[in-house]
């Protein structure tokens, strides 16, 4: 057990629709990270915040959104959903996201687009 | 464009025998590198990492290579167990703009034979 938390550890749903994923960080980790992965793939980095600030962005659509709140959670919309956005998603967290900063996995959320 | 490859996406080795996972990367920013471990429906699981100021690191079974020069790095594990049957990740960490981002490679699954 990582510490990570992320609910619903799956969800189908329709195209065209929108849902929010949602991540607890390990107690005392500021930095979250959102993570796709696709079917046969490596994980895509997506989105960091740090102490509720964006910190970096990665190959995360437009469509696709995070915040950071004051407790530390985070959460992932995704909207007009895509078939092409079944994946799953992965959530982890750091200390603070510097060099030997150990990213720190949750179980991950299953997202199928029907 | 792939910075981080693993070009074997599978690996068969006896129980009791040495699994080596090879890993490599084409940016010379990256300057700390991870291994990460994956059971079927779990988050990836960190488990060992390695500075670019050195060239090995050990943890039990568990040793990462890293050759600089050839931007190559490699996880050796010894002796392998049916239990270390699993997809293994390997990881680049670098600064990209202000923040540090984790690179993933494709993954490997190593399957230990009884």
């Known amino acids: 057990d990582s510490g990570v938390t992320q609910t619903p550890k799956h969800l189908i749903t329709a195209t065209g629709q929108r849902v929010t994923l949602r991540c607890s960080p390990r107690s005392g980790d500021l930095s979250v990270y959102w993570y796709q992965q696709s079917l046969d793939q490596g994980l895509q980095f997506l989105i960091q915040y740090y102490n509720g600030e964006e910190r970096a962005k990665g190959n995360i659509l437009e469509r696709f959104s995070a915040q950071q709140f004051p407790d530390l959670h985070s959460e992932l919309n995704l909207s007009s959903l895509e078939l092409g956005d079944s994946a799953l998603y992965f959530c982890?967290?750091?200390?603070?996201?510097?060099?030997?900063?150990?990213?720190?996995f949750g179980p991950g959320t299953r997202l199928t687009v029907l | 464009d792939q910075q981080v490859k693993q070009n074997s996406p599978s690996l068969s080795v006896q129980e009791g025998r040495i699994s080596i996972l090879n890993c490599d990367y084409t940016?010379?920013?990256?300057?700390?590198f991870l291994w990460y471990k994956k059971y079927p429906a779990e988050g990836p699981t960190f488990l060992i990492s390695?500075?670019?100021?050195?060239d090995k690191n050990e943890d039990g079974r568990f040793t990462v290579f890293l050759n600089k020069s050839a931007k190559h790095l490699s996880l050796h594990i010894v002796p392998s167990q049916p239990g270390d049957s699993a997809v293994y990740f390997c990881?680049?960490?670098?600064?990209?703009?202000?923040?540090?981002?984790?690179?993933f490679g494709s993954g490997t699954q190593l399957t230990v034979l009884p």
């Open positions: 940016n010379s920013m990256f300057d700390y």
């Open positions: 390695i500075s670019s100021i050195k």
């Open positions: 982890a967290s750091s200390v603070a996201g510097g060099q030997e900063d150990t990213q720190y």
């Open positions: 990881a680049a960490s670098g600064v990209s703009g202000s923040a540090r981002q984790l690179t």
